[in-house]
């Protein structure tokens, strides 16, 4: 397995060994021992699944006061996987990395409490698995809108995304008060 941090503290990109032969492939998509020695200590909950079609984009999300660490990878397509460090103290703040995950790839990439996720389907049919480490809890929800001028995601677009209704009323960063995210310390 081969770790690779990204330029946001704890971000990181996770690429599995994976084993071929003339029957397919098998990997190891999670084994606790192997992830805590990449500093991914947290125990996962719940997992999630969804699907989307080409220009779907899913984001940017996190939950306040019930946060999540996820573990995410695709199983069918690819997409481009974003994240934004949004801790209130962080020097990072309002930084983002984004990496394409994909079924051909097998990267994964752990996003750590205290930053919006979100991603954009680039294939006709995508399947996104992702861990979680604390339970969704409806009303506890935040989000920042796709396009925030203060961000300036580089999305891989070649029209307008498709967004759900509640992601296309996301208001900017600017419009939210900073002390209503996690400081550093609250996300350890």
Same mark, same amino acid.
């Given at each position: ?6 330029? %946001? #503290? $704890?971000?990181?990109?996770? *690429? #599995?060994?994976?084993?071929? /032969? ?10 606790? #021992? ?7 200590? !947290?125990?996962?909950?719940?997992? +999630? ?17 019930? &946060?999540?660490?996820?573990? +995410? !990878? ?16 962080? =020097? +990072?703040? $309002?930084?983002?990395? &984004? ?12 996003? #750590?409490? $205290? ?5 954009? &389907?680039?294939? /006709? ?6 861990? +979680?480490?604390?339970?969704?809890? =409806? ?9 925030? =001028? ?6 891989? %677009?070649? &029209? ?17 008060? !900073? ?6 310390? *609250?996300?350890?």
């Amino acid at each position: 397995m081969n770790v690779t941090a990204t330029d %946001l #503290p $704890g971000v990181l990109i996770i *690429e #599995p060994d994976v084993y071929y /032969d003339e029957r397919g492939f098998f990997l190891e998509s999670w084994r606790q #021992p192997r992830y805590a020695d990449a500093g991914i200590t !947290r125990p996962f909950v719940q997992d +999630c699944h969804s699907r989307s079609r080409k220009g779907v984009l899913r984001g940017m999300h996190l939950q306040i006061l019930h &946060a999540q660490a996820k573990l +995410c !990878r695709v199983v069918a397509g690819a997409v481009q996987d974003v994240v934004v460090d949004v801790r209130r103290d962080s =020097p +990072c703040f $309002g930084r983002w990395v &984004a990496v394409e995950l994909s079924a051909e790839n097998f990267r994964q990439i752990y996003v #750590p409490r $205290g930053f919006l996720h979100g991603y954009l &389907a680039l294939t /006709d049919h995508v399947e996104f698995l992702y861990k +979680c480490d604390n339970l969704y809890t =409806p009303g506890d929800e935040c989000g920042v809108c796709w396009n925030d =001028p203060t961000i300036s995601i580089a999305w891989r %677009l070649g &029209a307008d995304p498709i967004l759900s209704a509640k992601d296309a009323a996301l208001p900017s960063l600017a419009d939210l008060p !900073r002390d209503r995210f996690p400081s550093v310390a *609250e996300t350890k």
